[in-house]
């Protein structure tokens, strides 16, 4: 990130673009698994929410708020991993 300036740049925004798609494709994997206690519906709400947020942090141009889109789905993805829900 470039020092000093609040919104992403065009390098920014490649460098960060891979990280956000993994995490996303994590999580949705994630929200399959059988350790958690969902039913085929709210398996299917979640994922919806997830897609959501990712939908609307895609737009998203200001550095703080990509990294705070990232910090989040790494602390929901850790939650996921042990089986509850974030």
Do not use: C
């Not at 039913?39 to 994922?47: E, G, H, M, T």
């Amino acid at each position: 990130m470039a020092k000093g300036l609040v919104w992403a740049t065009a390098e920014d925004l490649a460098r960060n673009k891979p990280v956000v798609l993994s995490l996303y494709r994590q999580i949705l994997r994630s929200l399959n698994s059988p350790q958690l206690p969902l039913s085929l519906a709210a398996r299917l709400a979640k994922k919806a929410e997830a897609r959501t947020i990712f939908l609307f942090g895609s737009e998203e141009r200001s550095l703080h708020n990509i990294a705070d889109l990232i910090d989040a789905a790494q602390h929901s993805l850790s939650i996921l991993k042990k089986g509850r829900l974030p």
